[in-house]
């Protein structure tokens, strides 16, 4: 059982908050990233599972163990870095088994410990390798191997491939996956980059200013995002915000208006909100009848233009006196559009957008709390009770 739980955990360094307490449950097996800006406390609160850092105040607990004042070495965890540090001198099989033997494993257990590493992470045949005869990944792969051996309970990786490039960073992520479903450890991952923790991960621990802002599947957090923060933090690019309030017919801005019934969502009325709107969401007018539940029409003007090969990002300007040629210091709000590749639009052009009102998410300016996901509410068929629909299958 390799289950990681923090509990009311806080560090701090002098005047420095650097993880504010933190009540996290890594479940047994599963792959959570720890995700936010640098600087946020992700490293900190890795480096308090590990035991390299003790805690100010709270409980860290493994596999239902109070491990809080235990050594590193007790936890039954291994770590993997960024900065891979391999013994230069040593060829593969001397760099992996290097634990074990400061540990006195027999010979026998040793070899077996290492092949089957260098089996998970593809190494077989090159035991014998020296380190500079290597490329990048395959240290880093030597490097994950010395934590295999181990057989930890959980595996708490910091920025593993911060130093791999692009290309190979995206061939690791489909090996690290590979890996824990081969190994079925817990692994805790940190990262600074939203699409590496989208991808692999189980649930995302979305972190800022020390604080955990939301745990949850990728999807949840990029569809239901408890916050303004992990909203503007999940998805690339960023979600666009309109900052507004709530009136009886629903959200106002200075430049356009979203219908709803605040009434039947239970949104107050009067309040200061943030309207928020992903980039795909945002279409073009003149294809309202494909959208799930167009707003009103909305009138902008084209600024840049940006083509991605599959789509292309538009910057749109809002503001009451929009003129074409206009500066986007000059506009009140702004708009980022993802169109089909297809499309022939180009700059400085007045065009007509619509939100998808299933798709709008509402804030709280002030808190900056979710007050709502989606401005529809699922229709029942006329006519069918709850219990007719429940037993139609
Ligand atoms: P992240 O990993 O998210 O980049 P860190 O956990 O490394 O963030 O750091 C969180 C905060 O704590 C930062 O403000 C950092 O400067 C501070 N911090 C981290 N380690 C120390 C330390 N040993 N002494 C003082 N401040 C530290």
């Known amino acids: 059982m390799g289950d990681v739980k923090l509990e009311h955990v806080t560090k701090r360094y002098d005047d420095v908050t650097a ?19 640098s600087g946020c406390g992700k490293s900190t609160t890795m480096e308090m599972v590990a035991g390299l850092t003790k805690p100010t105040e709270g409980e860290v607990y493994i596999a239902g ?35 074990l033997r400061l540990r006195d494993y027999d010979k026998d257990e040793i070899d077996r410990r290492v092949e089957r590493a260098a089996d998970i992470v593809q190494l077989e045949g090159m035991l014998d390798r020296m380190p500079d005869e290597m490329s990048g990944g395959q240290r880093q792969r030597v490097a994950i191997a010395r934590a295999i051996v181990r057989n930890p309970e959980v595996f708490l990786m910091d920025e593993p491939l911060a130093n791999l490039d692009a290309k190979l960073r995206v061939h690791m992520r489909t090996e ?8 079925e450890t817990t692994i805790i991952y940190v990262t600074h980059d939203q699409a590496e923790a989208m991808t692999m991960s189980d649930r995302i621990a979305v972190i800022d200013s020390g604080q955990l802002q939301q745990i949850d599947p990728p999807l949840t957090c990029y569809n239901e995002p408890s916050n303004l923060f992990v909203a503007g933090f999940i998805g690339s690019p960023s979600m666009n915000f309109v900052d507004g309030t709530i009136t ?62 599959d789509e292309i990002f538009v910057y749109l300007l809002l503001s009451e006196d929009a003129e074409i040629g206009m500066e986007a210091e000059e506009t009140s709000d702004q708009l ?24 709008v998410h509402l804030f709280d ?29």
């Open 248 to 309: 009886d017919e629903g959200f106002e801005s200075e430049n356009f208006a979203v219908e709803f019934d605040p009434d039947e969502f239970g949104v107050e009325v009067g309040i200061d909100a943030t309207l928020g709107i992903r980039p795909e969401d945002v279409h073009l007018a003149e294809y309202r009848e494909s959208v799930t539940d167009p707003s009103a029409t909305i009138d902008t003007i084209t600024d840049v233009l940006e083509p991605m090969g």
């Open 65 to 99: 163990t109070d491990v809080t004042n235990y050594p590193p070495k007790d936890r039954g965890v291994a770590m993997v870095f960024q900065n891979i540090a391999l013994f230069p001198h040593m060829d593969v099989y001397d760099n992996i088994s290097f634990g």
């Open 176 to 183: 690290l996956q590979r890996l824990h479903k081969e190994l």
């Open 336 to 359: 980022l559009m993802s169109v089909d590749p297809d499309s022939t639009i180009s700059e400085d052009e007045r065009v007509d957008v619509v939100l998808d009102r299933s798709r």
């Open 365 to 393: 300016t002030a808190s900056g709390e979710a007050i709502q996901h989606g401005l529809v509410k699922p229709v029942q068929a006329e006519g069918v009770t709850e219990t007719e629909a429940e037993s139609d299958d």
């Open 19 to 37: 993880v504010d307490d933190m009540n996290m449950t890594v479940r047994d097996g599963e792959f959570v990233c720890l995700v936010g800006p």
